[in-house]
């Protein structure tokens, strides 16, 4: 986040003149909207704001966001961002990846953008499977999936992304979905977030991988299957109308949660877990957690702000630059010299 | 100009005094001999010789003790003369141990000074070494002339009252041998004496105990001076054009040279690199210029280097990134899309041997074909390269305002021999140097219009800061198309993209290129590129001495090459182009000119010898 004047914008000042490429249908149409939605209700400025991708389907973004965009090279966009945070950190940078971009042939920068903790919000639409180049399994595929570089199945097993971010060293970890609702307040708090700000966004492609989050995304039973995390409430899960209410429950003796019955609305009574999205180890349990068993946690996983690399960097270049000569002449004679006479 | 018989040891010119001296310090590369090297060549530079270095160190850190390629050499080429290389052969040999003498025995000139510590000459370093026998004592050396005593125990006698072990004591037998160079030569020892004073200024000991050694290794000189081969030799400094002068390395010289075209630019700089050999250096020394208006940033990997330099100069600061030919090939991609989103960036090569990993510490230009035509699609980058230590300044900020000024990457060459080799630079004044100050796009050019890719006289497109209020727009990877710079796949777009894309680089302005040894025309021009400028104009030089029709011309831009160089090389009957690779801008040279240009090669890791050249030079006129 990024402390600046707001200013006044509608939805409509975030849209281009350039007509959106994606499928009919896809996933990437509702983030874009959500995204769209919750610029102005943050007072962003276009101006200064500043969305930079790889390359995918999810990285044509910036081409449809009214402000400063650069589509740069496969994976890299991390790179390409931080130099351009470490020469302005006042823009305001939104990075746009996929799980192809990000995870595989990217994920060396990811990982060090995160454990950098550079200023930005990263939005990984994960939609398990590469769109653009026509359909293969992607690092993110579950095991056994066909795709035409897979005719059999795929046989390695995928990759967590919101693991892989705790594990280097995000201090800002959330997920969402791309229909979800609850997907502008994600973002929000992503943006409040000082620091690098990771967001998983399952996101549906219809034409290569349709549906492949049905299990917890569709809307009918999606209250047994969304646990949706608020910092200091209960995690709880489960249909309201029918008060048949859910809670984690932390097995301490064992490490591991479980699901318990919450009766009558008294979590308290049943040990349901609060959220504490500051608790890291807490953090790498509910990214782990199985689903299936488990529902599938959602929203702000962890929030637990520390100095960012740019901000550092400005520092030690303020304290190491104090007092010293900045004459050009004398820097080039600098050392042993001799005068010819 | 002086000419040297090859063959004829320099301190062998009895009564006269010689006009160019050729040392070369050899040992273990835990001996320090880059440090010894390094200081001797700084008292060579305060006596006022012109002069030349050549480091020559293996790739590994630490090598194996006493094995031969764990030897580390420095050979320095001094002189009352215009000296331009290295040396062909030293005339004087420093041997700390059985490896570095059997490694640099060839290249020592016949009746040339060895000077060997016989404490080193033990079995176990002879066996190493693998000498059957002793060469200090079993006649080998007899064509040579041979001082050997024993370095180390006259060290450790030296230090013995500063309570060191001998381990320890043993560590300034190159402070004792700089103390007995320093004599031979008549050199001033206060200045090292200064240096090591401030290096070691946490450790008076160690400092006092390298002082008694470098002055015990000059007493030594002055005692044994009656007997044997050891006589003091003077070598007079050579009138220079007066001003301030100082030595500088390529590193050295590309970083300042950095740092001024970003303030002639008026723009800061963003240096992303990672590291690898020859080219750390300049993120060493960069890193430490922060006052400077200097970012540096040491990134995941090669191409997280480029990207992030790319961002910065997107973000309106001036990029540059910098490495060696396997890391430059990772940068590929990411060159591509600078050159697709025309946005300024230098990129510095600190070429060394190829392929792969090739030889990481040896020079080689075989970068050529890679910086001119090494990226996908037809994607046109200036190439500029540095012919000495000294001219990286100048072709540093060279490539900086091409990149500014024509919105474009730039590649600038230089090598392991230019980055590490040390020369005597003329201080020059910044203010002498025209400023091409930047201005970025604040408003709408097209009336009430943004074109970000609008071009203006020189093919260049508006520079646009993100943040500038009303100038939203994107950039990226994709085919542009004219004008707005929105995606645009069609046919006639890409084409005229492509085009002007090409146009602009060709029509880039840069100096006709001159001759710089010799006449206009003639029976032969060697056409030279980067660091063989020492040995090609040193070579050329000669051979007119001796009456051949032979003129030197060496070239700075790459690409585009200066429009008159086609009128120039046709003017000349032959056209030999001398490169250490296996012809790479001979073939540029034909291709662009359509002149028979003939091609002298070598890929050694070494630098040009001299001798090497004068015999192509005169095959070529046969
Ligand atoms: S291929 Fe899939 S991800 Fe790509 S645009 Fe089409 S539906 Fe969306």
């Not at chain 2, 450790?203 to 002055?222: C, F, R, S, T, V």
Request: proline letters at 6%.
């Amino acid at each position: 986040m990024n402390e600046l004047t707001k200013v006044e914008t509608t939805l409509k000042d975030w849209e281009t003149d350039q007509e959106v490429r994606w499928c009919p249908g896809c996933g990437d149409y509702a983030i874009l909207k959500a995204v769209q939605r919750t610029l102005p209700q943050l007072g962003a400025d276009p101006a200064n704001t500043c969305f930079i991708s790889g390359i995918g389907c999810s990285s044509r973004f910036p081409y449809y966001i009214e402000s400063y965009g650069f589509h740069t090279i496969h994976g890299r966009a991390p790179a390409f961002a931080t130099g351009v945070k470490l020469a302005n950190p006042d823009l305001d940078v939104w990075l746009v990846t996929g799980d192809g971009d990000g995870l595989s042939i990217g994920g060396n920068h990811l990982m060090h953008v995160l454990r950098r903790n550079v200023n930005m919000q990263i939005m990984l639409f994960n939609n398990e499977i590469y769109g653009l180049t026509k359909g293969q399994y992607s690092p993110t595929s579950r095991e056994n999936t066909r795709s035409p570089s897979t005719p059999l199945g795929s046989v390695d097993h995928p990759t967590n992304p919101c693991a892989f971010a705790l594990g280097a060293g995000a201090r800002f970890v959330a997920r969402g979905f791309d229909v979800s609702k609850n997907l502008p307040d994600v973002l929000k708090a992503a943006h409040a977030h000082k620091g690098a700000a990771f967001i998983e966004i399952f996101q549906n492609c219809i034409v290569y991988n349709k549906d492949v989050f049905d299990d917890f995304a569709a809307p009918k039973g999606a209250e047994d299957r969304q646990l949706w995390l608020t910092h200091g409430e209960p995690m709880l899960f489960g249909n309201q109308k029918t008060g048949e209410i859910k809670g984690l429950k932390l097995d301490a003796a064992n490490f591991r949660f479980e699901v318990v019955d919450v009766v009558d609305g008294d979590w308290q009574a049943a040990g349901v877990q609060v959220h504490d999205a500051t608790n890291r180890m807490l953090a790498h349990m509910l990214v782990e957690l199985p689903f299936g068993p488990f529902p599938m946690p959602l929203g702000v996983i962890y929030d637990d702000p520390a100095p960012t690399y740019e901000s550092a960097v400005m520092a030690e270049k303020a304290r190491a630059s104090e007092g010293k000569d900045t004459s050009l002449a004398k820097l080039l004679a600098k050392g042993q010299s001799w005068t010819v006479e | 100009m002086a000419t040297q018989a090859a063959d004829k040891p320099a301190l062998k010119t009895e009564g006269t005094a010689p006009d160019a001296v050729v040392v070369r310090f050899a040992g273990d590369s835990g001996d320090g001999m880059q440090l010894t090297g390094g200081q001797f060549t700084l008292s060579t530079a305060l006596a006022g010789n012109d002069l030349a270095t050549f480091p020559d160190f293996p790739a590994e850190i630490r090598a194996p003790q006493g094995t031969l390629f764990g030897v580390s050499a420095f050979q320095i080429n001094f002189g009352s003369r215009e000296i331009n290389t290295a040396g062909d052969a030293p005339d004087v040999l420093v041997a700390m141990n059985p490896a570095a003498l059997k490694v640099n025995l060839d290249a020592l000139k016949p009746g040339g000074l060895i000077i060997a510590d016989t404490g080193e000459f033990t079995k176990r370093n002879l066996d190493k070494a693998k000498y059957d026998s002793n060469p200090l004592e079993d006649g080998s050396l007899a064509k040579w002339d041979l001082l050997a005593f024993d370095i180390s125990a006259l060290t450790i006698e030296a230090v013995k009252d500063f309570g060191l072990g001998n381990k320890d004591a043993l560590r300034s037998k190159n402070m004792w041998t700089l103390g007995l160079a320093l004599w031979m030569f008549d050199r001033d020892r206060q200045p090292i004496i200064d240096w090591l004073k401030s290096k070691f200024r946490n450790k008076p000991e160690i400092a006092d105990a390298n002082i008694a050694a470098l002055n015990a290794g000059h007493a030594y000189g002055e005692t044994a001076e009656l007997s044997g081969p050891l006589r003091q030799v003077q070598v007079a400094p050579l009138p220079a054009e007066p001003g301030l002068y100082r030595t500088i390395t390529g590193a050295e010289a590309v970083s300042l040279g950095l740092v001024a075209g970003a303030q002639l630019a008026g723009l800061p700089m963003f240096f992303g690199g990672y590291p690898i050999t020859p080219a750390s250096a300049i993120l060493h020394h960069l890193a430490r210029l922060k006052e400077f208006g200097v970012t540096t940033f040491q990134a995941e990997d090669e191409i997280a280097a480029i990207c992030s330099a790319i961002g910065a100069s997107y973000a309106g600061q001036l990029g540059v990134t910098s490495s060696s030919g396997p890391g430059i090939a990772l940068k590929g991609e990411a060159m591509g899309l600078a050159v697709m989103t025309e946005l300024p960036l230098v990129i510095v090569n600190s070429q060394r041997g190829g392929p792969s990993t090739g030889l990481p510490t040896k020079t080689e230009q075989s970068d050529l074909y890679q910086a001119v035509y090494g990226r996908n699609g037809d994607a046109p980058i200036p190439v500029i390269s540095a012919s000495s230590p000294g001219d990286v300044f100048e072709c540093a900020i060279e490539a900086c305002r091409i990149a500014v000024e024509y919105m474009t990457p730039v590649m600038l060459l230089t090598d392991g021999y230019i980055a590490n080799a040390a020369e005597p630079w003329k201080v020059p004044d910044p203010d002498s140097f025209a400023p091409f100050k930047v201005e970025f796009l604040t408003e709408k050019n097209n009336g009430d219009q943004l074109l970000p890719y609008k071009r203006d006289e020189n093919g260049k497109r508006p520079w646009i800061k993100p943040g500038t209020p009303g100038l939203m727009h994107r950039i990226g990877g994709i085919e542009k198309q004219e004008g707005t710079g929105n995606i645009d796949y069609s046919p006639e777009n890409h084409q005229a993209m492509t085009d002007a894309r090409k146009d602009k680089i060709d029509g880039i302005s840069v100096p006709d290129q001159q001759v710089t040894v010799g006449n206009d025309s003639g029976k032969l021009l060697v056409v030279g590129w980067g660091s063989t400028f020492g040995p090609i104009r040193r070579a050329v030089s000669n051979c007119r001495a001796r009456g051949l029709d032979v003129s030197h011309t060496h070239f700075r831009h790459i690409w585009p090459l200066p429009a008159n160089s086609g009128e120039l090389l046709r003017r000349f009957d032959k056209v030999l182009v001398p490169e250490m690779n296996t012809g790479q801008f001979k073939t540029v040279l034909r291709d662009q000119l359509l002149v028979d240009a003939q091609p002298y090669t070598k890929t050694s890791g070494q630098p040009f010898k001299i001798a090497e050249l004068e015999a192509a030079i005169e095959e070529a006129l046969k």
